[in-house]
């Protein structure tokens, strides 16, 4: 097994069958996890339940609320965009689940059916991000805290995001779930539960506020700090094949899905981690 670091973010896993996978092997990649944020594999062929397995070794599977679940799997969210459909799911700079008080940990992605082309996705590195900030925004955003919520995205407000997207209608849902959710902070800088590592914690999506700050305080801090997050050097694009794996942290990495293959279908199987509290 062989792990290569990639341009800008993440890390290529090779030489592996995640299915059959030793105790070193799993040590590896756990580590592997840990330290660049987003791994990938190639070649790999998993069935629903091999894909369940594998997720499930790092932490119980939270279910989905607002996403179309598999038929068989409710374990597995579907993220999907069928050819006649313009939207897609995730197709801006985000953080999944950055709205919960335990925000999950991460996912399993798993490429079922692609495009002839277009369809990657960018990953970008929230350690990177943290580590290339000057030392009077460090200093500054030490200590901070900021709001997170899901409403203005899953709420059922008509002026919300999915909901005043007919499109997604059938594939994205429950609205009543995020009205309930009550809005949460969490630390700007956090301190990787498993790494140890310092990374930035604010996404454009969900993240709606930097506690205690006046609307354009909040606002010009948060746009900084996005700019730079944003940064090609911090990313990287990754490809998608047919047996593409990507398993990424949500609390060291962004994420973009991008909508460039209008007229096919793509298809994800998507298992979500449980996470913890951040600090
Ligand atoms: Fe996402």
Excluded at 180 to 209: C, M, Q, W
């Amino acid at each position: 097994m062989q792990i290569t670091s990639l341009e800008g973010a993440g890390a290529e896993i090779t030489g592996v069958d995640i299915r059959h996978l030793s105790g070193a092997e799993f040590a590896a990649i756990r580590q592997a996890y840990a330290d660049h944020g987003v791994i990938f594999f190639r070649d790999q062929s998993l069935s629903e339940d091999d894909h369940i397995a594998f997720a499930r070794r790092f932490g119980p599977i939270n279910i989905n609320r607002f996403f179309l679940a598999h038929e068989r799997y409710p374990e597995i969210a579907l993220v999907l965009k069928e050819k006649e459909q313009k939207t897609n799911i995730g197709g801006g700079w985000h953080t999944d689940h950055s709205y919960d008080a335990e925000p999950a940990m991460g996912s399993v992605l798993v490429a079922r059916q692609l495009p002839d082309a277009g369809g990657d996705t960018w990953f970008a590195s929230m350690y990177t991000a943290y580590d290339t900030l000057d030392a009077a925004t460090k200093e500054e955003i030490a200590g901070l805290r900021a709001v997170h919520s899901a409403k203005h995205i899953f709420g059922s407000a008509q002026n919300n995001f999915y909901k005043a997207n007919e499109d997604t209608g059938g594939r994205i849902g429950n609205t009543a779930a995020a009205d309930v959710l009550e809005d949460v902070t969490h630390p700007v800088v956090i301190t990787h539960p498993l790494s140890g590592r310092k990374a930035l914690y604010v996404n454009p999506a969900f993240t709606t506020k930097i506690a205690g700050y006046s609307e354009e305080a909040s606002s010009a801090l948060l746009m900084r700090l996005y700019a730079h997050a944003m940064k090609p050097d911090h990313a990287h694009r990754f490809k998608w094949r047919d047996g593409s794996v990507a398993f990424w942290d949500n609390r060291a990495t962004w994420h973009w899905a991008m909508n460039d293959y209008h007229g096919e279908r793509r298809l994800m199987h998507r298992i979500t981690i449980e996470g913890c509290a951040l600090n």
